[in-house]
């Protein structure tokens, strides 16, 4: 364990001042989520906009393109937050029933497996099926937090807990130190919108 935080302290000291901001950006976007803040939109994009370009200049292709996708996402985000009814009532956070959740993990699953298999067999990736299903899997709940679907959060949980993993077994024990903080965020974001849309039903049925 000490080894562990060690490995993490300093990883941080030799982080860029570039990468740092990203990181700060990221925490930064997820708090304001959870505040069902829109100005969470623009703290995502720089961050996605930061990594882009790290991941680029390192040649790491398909997580700057991942993270090309989470920048047209900060903009759709922002214009679909900001977005207001007849009475100037913003979008409302809604849940989704038992089996439409099971529809989406069904689907994202047959996905994930399909793209595993390709990355598997025809790429030299390492833990091709766990890094492809984090991947699908984290693309479409970027979307469920725009729609503000109250379970993106426990569907972060576990992408959060499944990359730990990931990153632990490839010693990127700064990346493991934030996906914690991540998850974190996540449980607490998950009681506050529950909290947000349990209110809000209360007052459409009075």
């Known amino acids: 364990m000490i080894d562990f935080l060690q490995s993490a302290i300093n990883e941080l000291l030799a982080s860029s001042l570039w990468e740092l901001a990203a990181v700060v950006l990221a925490i930064a976007y997820l708090l304001l989520a959870m505040k069902q803040s829109q100005w969470c939109w623009p703290a995502a994009f720089i961050s996605t906009a930061i990594y882009t370009v790290l991941?680029?200049?390192?040649?790491?292709?398909?997580?700057?393109v991942l993270n090309a996708y989470y920048l047209l996402m900060a903009v759709y985000g922002w214009w679909v937050w900001h977005q207001k009814d007849d009475v100037g009532t913003e979008q409302p956070i809604v849940s989704w029933q038992l089996i439409t959740h099971g529809k989406v993990i069904g689907g994202l699953a047959i996905i994930s497996t399909m793209l595993g298999y390709l990355m598997a067999n025809y790429t030299n990736a390492d833990y091709a099926y766990l890094d492809t299903t984090t991947t699908v899997f984290a693309v479409f709940t970027t979307w469920m937090v725009i729609k503000k679907v109250l379970e993106n959060w426990l569907y972060w949980i576990v992408i959060n807990c499944a990359s730990i993993y990931l990153y632990l077994v490839k010693d990127f024990n700064l990346t493991v130190l934030l996906f914690i903080v991540y998850c974190v965020i996540a449980v607490w974001g998950y009681k506050?919108?529950?909290s947000s849309y349990l209110k809000y039903n209360e007052k459409t049925v009075n």
């Open 55 to 64: 991941f680029w200049e390192s040649a790491l292709l398909m997580e700057s």
């Open 192 to 194: 506050e919108w529950r």
